[in-house]
């Protein structure tokens, strides 16, 4: 595991707040697969991670905040780094380990942003009236895809879950 963290650990440009939203995905996994210890463990990662993104945070400037296009903007290149590069390296090493449940969240983790890259730039460029009429956003539980529709799909295209595993937002 070790060396599956050293693969996340990019401080000066590794958001914190995602490493915990991997984390808490694998404490999610674990909890599912009857793994408490293990699950205990990565919650306590994810909470450090989390307590590293609010001290970053913290020591920031406290100017005024980013409008609109200058934070989606920020977002498309963050989402766009943990899919071009955090992902398949993390992967890469989840391989090289021979860790196949952590290769395969990071595998639907890339296809995730690339889909969330894909709303954020819809919404960059179309503002509010990407969710117009009765467009709603589905969120599948089990590995966070989004889709914006009026109904979700009926089986998720990235983990094949089920239509039942989907949340509206």
């Known amino acids: 595991m070790n060396r599956l963290l050293q693969a996340l650990d990019e401080p000066e440009r590794r958001p914190w707040d995602a490493a915990a939203c991997v984390f808490g995905n694998f404490r999610t996994a674990c909890e599912k697969t009857l793994r408490p210890a293990l699950a205990k463990r990565f919650d306590a990662l994810a909470v450090s991670c989390l307590a590293r993104a609010r001290r970053a945070v913290a020591g920031e400037s406290a100017g005024a905040a980013p409008d609109r296009d ?6 498309i290149q963050t989402v766009s780094h943990q899919r071009e590069q955090t992902y398949p390296r993390a992967a890469e090493t989840a391989r090289a380990l021979g860790q196949r449940n952590s290769l395969r969240t990071f595998v639907w983790g890339q296809k995730v942003t690339a889909v969330q890259r894909t709303l954020l730039a819809r919404l ?8 117009a009429g009765d467009l709603r956003v589905h969120v599948c539980e089990a590995c966070g895809f989004l889709i914006v529709k009026g109904d979700a799909p ?16």
């Open 70 to 75: 200058t934070w989606l903007d920020e977002q």
């Open 154 to 169: 009926d089986i998720c295209p990235v983990c094949k879950a089920p239509r039942q595993r989907f949340r509206s937002l």
């Open 124 to 131: 960059q460029k179309r503002g509010d009236d990407v969710l």
